[in-house]
């Protein structure tokens, strides 16, 4: 089945703004069956939206409209799809009644206006909205469904998760879907693309999504099929050929970020870090703690951004940067072992690095980068030439790390 | 004049990727005087799509494709476009040409697929793409303009800048637009709201839009005016207004952010910087760093996470510690201390607090966060309770240390 989505408001086509409810949205409507064929941002423009609706819902089953049911004046989505759909807008007394009380919670007098939010089409059922004023409505008749909901996703999402989707699981949906997603680190898109197409292209069952991000790639294989089991073995089966033909890179089968994986490692073998960095600024240690618990095994890092900074408090030998200079292989090792050494822990990183514009030389050219481990059995470097500019080299580098830890725990290589 | 921007491709429906070309066209358009009344994203889908050209020619007066002009068989912009104008494609071997040469640069030879992007609409202009295979069409008659445009940014946006712009500007528009910006640090949206809603509401020829990410808020005031001169007059009067309302906390006229600021000061003063944080876990340094030539004054940082790291490393008292506990103004005031110290610097930032989910005690529960600045002329603290979560806690926390340091270094307070 077909489904359109009409995201609603002035605001999104603004050059700032983008329409998030229609991922959230899509994803759900997919699970349960839902192609979502077309995507509309309009704008508060009553003619405009009842257009848009009308041809929504000669071409799709099931058609949502998100935002403009507020109270104000230049809320309208109530009245386009009374225009749209031919139907009057009724009263509804227990709406406001809904409404008064919410405002009592919160010790204020509901204002007059609040009660345009009480105007439903005849005919559709009324969808609570425990987060906010406005109700949603679902409305259904030979020519398909269409939803309304409010514009936040604190409101949209609850409200759809709780009272859409069970309606929508009991209209008899040919297909079921089903994804099954493999993480890759460090490989490029079209790396992967090559080696992989061989083996999604035959089966016609499953739909490909690769997901580039620097450094790091998801391949969404979407199975449909007549039931949910037969979905997930159709992706199942096709992810284990996808991981077998791409080894060790592959490091999460259940969208777990690299960082999470890692993480996940120091925890369960109760190992320790400590990290340096000079080109990533930050970043590793950032990602590190971004995650909830990390204190357990994260003992702390050192952003030794100046040579002062190396040397002095970290304590990497000044001979050391004399004799390689401070992009190179020995001082990243340096910062490595010093790290570890300073914070007293199973494993420590060091990274050094060109992270550019400026600063390359011709033997460390802009985007060059070390990555350095060091644990009880000695150390390990990597020597990287990352193209892409500031934000990317600093990025991967970070990423480099992650990935070295992640082998380097797991024993892989 | 109205404009619409249909995005083409069926991954730009998946719940994974938004359409991001939309807002670049969105504030080029936006600048020369068209105002964008709708956007619709359509999969690979030749009827589906040729009814939405359809739709949309008759709506508006300018329509902008993106996306489905590649070489493969699911690229079906410009047969929809041929179907939806009833015009043919014509062959033009000068395209042919040009992609011949593009994969002789690159060493290799061309596909006879590539043939199919050398068809173009009969009587549209051919616009080069320099970055790509796909050339992209604009096209005009009685009932508008259309400009089909390749998918990938690197490719749409010089296209868009060099060859579309050019022809827009050359159309008699009757409005232009100007956009004054302002940001705001560590001000609720509601707040900021509240105040300057009475000034932007009574200037009619302005539309403001309030753009809120926690700690920072952007209030953009476009104006529309026969002339280019008039919209900024009313665009800049209005902004000196809403800056006399908000005072100290503006801390741009020029879309800089705060770190930007922070950055330009430091600089222009030749002061110099070191960091010692705790719940922040890098994300101050990772900011600080994530702009190019931050190395002329950031000497480096500490992500004191474990008390060892804290005490042993970077030099807080045992004691301090001891009788105030790490979450203290006291610690944050001995990191700051120690890390401007340890580097020698004008200035040390020390941050420390409960991000959470878990830490948090009766006294200090979680969101509490102590930010301290030390210089010569002493140290100062503040103590913050944040909600909101993990992440916009530590964010927050480094924003606020960003902003204690333009207020001092600006003397402001």
Do not use: W
């Amino acid at each position: 089945m077909n489904a359109e989505i009409i995201a609603v408001g002035s605001e999104l086509l603004t050059p700032q703004r983008v329409d998030t409810n229609s991922l959230y949205l899509t994803e759900k409507l997919n699970q349960v069956g839902f192609e979502v064929v077309r995507k509309t941002i309009v704008g508060d423009d009553r003619p405009r939206l009842a257009d848009e609706l009308r041809q929504a819902r000669g071409a799709s089953d099931l058609v949502i409209t998100t935002g403009g049911i507020g109270p104000t004046l230049d809320d309208l989505t109530r009245e386009a799809a009374s225009d749209a759909l031919g139907r009057r807008l009724v009263f509804e007394p227990s709406i406001v009644e809904a409404i008064e009380q919410r405002f009592q919670r919160f010790g204020r007098k509901m204002a007059e206006i609040n009660k345009r939010q009480a105007y439903v089409l005849e005919g559709a059922e009324i969808l609570p909205n425990p987060n906010g004023t406005a109700p949603g409505q679902y409305f259904r008749d030979e020519e398909g469904i269409l939803i309304i909901l409010p514009g936040p996703p604190r409101e949209l999402q609850p409200m759809f998760e709780e009272q859409c989707l069970p309606r929508l699981l009991q209209l008899e949906s040919p297909d079921k879907y089903y994804t099954a997603t493999l993480r890759i680190a460090l490989l490029p898109e079209s790396d992967v693309d090559e080696r992989i197409g061989p083996i999604y292209s035959v089966e016609p069952r499953v739909a490909t999504t690769i997901l580039a991000a620097p450094g790091d790639i998801q391949v969404h294989l979407r199975a449909k099929a007549p039931t949910l089991e037969e979905a997930r073995d159709i992706a199942e089966s096709l992810s284990l050929k996808v991981e077998a033909e791409l080894g060790k890179p592959v490091y999460s089968r259940s969208n777990e970020a690299l960082v999470e994986v890692v993480a996940r490692l120091f925890r369960e073998r109760q190992l320790t870090l400590a990290v340096a960095e000079s080109c990533s600024g930050g970043m590793l240690a950032e990602m590190i703690t971004s995650l909830a618990g990390s204190s357990e095994y994260f003992r702390g890092g050192f952003v030794s951004y100046s040579e002062q900074a190396k040397i002095e408090t970290l304590g990497v030998p000044a001979e050391t940067i004399r004799d390689h200079t401070v992009y190179s292989a020995e001082t990243a090792e340096q910062m490595a072992l010093a790290a570890r050494r300073k914070l007293n822990t199973s494993l420590g990183v060091g990274i050094t690095g060109v992270a550019g514009p400026d600063g390359g030389t011709e033997q460390t050219p802009v985007g060059t980068v070390f990555v350095a481990l060091a644990d009880q059995a000695g150390t390990q470097v990597v020597k990287r030439s990352l193209g892409g500019g500031r934000d990317r080299v600093r990025g991967m580098a970070a990423l480099i790390a992650l990935e070295m830890l992640r082998r380097r725990i797991l024993g892989i290589d």
